[in-house]
């Protein structure tokens, strides 16, 4: 198995901006859902935002008008546009993606990104 790759992660200012991308392989049409989560050291990982094959979006309330999610199915990408970053955004983000077939499901996540959001 091939696990997703997440990359943009890094350091910024509060109020500003970053990108991270997802890549993933395997079969595009059966994926159902994709979606990046956040984890701090020593704390459960939280859903931020998801994305459903049928573009159905789902934001956690502390994000929802500030992050975006989006795909790009010729490139088996999935993005998180975050914008107005605040200091309580810092975490390690993590991408995750689930295939649904006739008779059983995958889940596979990514390696994880830190982003970090400090003056």
């Known amino acids: 198995q091939v696990h997703p790759v997440e990359s943009g992660g890094g350091s910024v200012q509060p109020g500003g901006s970053l990108r991270l991308s997802c890549k993933y392989s395997?079969?595009?049409?059966?994926?159902?859902?994709m979606g990046w989560y956040r984890q701090a050291p020593g704390n459960q990982r939280d859903v931020v935002a998801t994305i459903t094959n049928g573009g159905t979006t789902y934001y956690t309330d502390s994000v929802k008008g500030r992050f975006t999610i989006s795909r790009d199915n010729a490139k088996s990408t999935v993005y998180l546009q975050m914008n107005s970053l605040k200091p309580e955004d810092t975490d390690v983000y993590y991408c995750n993606v689930f295939w649904k077939y006739d008779d059983y499901t995958r889940s596979l996540w990514g390696q994880g990104t830190q982003v970090t959001v400090s003056s």
């Open positions: 395997g079969d595009i049409e059966k994926v159902a859902s």
